[in-house]
């Protein structure tokens, strides 16, 4: 089993930025994915970014360019950095560890 624990979500003025954090604790795996998706009540979950623990990584375009993901492997913790915030950001992020595990979300509001 693996836990995940979400941090830094928040109300944010557009154009604005806010980092997420996402620690893993449990069975963890030297080679991992681990990333953030995103969800809007009464749609699916959508990727926005996955990094690899060689450093690879995957992002969606809404994301490329205005969001950076990393991540610190000696502490199992990986970030979202998000910047240029716009209002259709605006949903609840879930942190991602590959394969199948989710963290509880965390409630991310674009808003003036």
């Known amino acids: 089993q693996v836990q995940l624990v979400e941090s830094g979500g928040g109300l944010v003025q557009p154009g604005g930025s806010l980092r997420l954090s996402c620690a893993a604790s449990?069975?963890?795996?030297?080679?991992?994915?681990m990333g953030w998706y995103r969800q809007a009540p009464g749609k699916q979950r959508e990727l926005v970014a996955l990094?690899?623990?060689?450093?690879?990584?995957n992002y969606a375009d809404s994301a490329r360019g205005r969001f950076t993901i990393s991540r610190d492997n000696a502490k199992n913790t990986v970030y979202l950095q998000m910047n240029s915030l716009k209002p259709e950001d605006t949903d609840i992020y879930y942190c991602?560890?590959?394969?199948?595990?989710w963290g509880q979300g965390t409630q991310v509001t674009v808003s003036s």
């Open positions: 449990g069975k963890i795996s030297g080679i991992n994915v």
């Open positions: 991602y560890y590959g394969p199948g595990y």
């Open positions: 990094i690899s623990s060689g450093g690879g990584t």
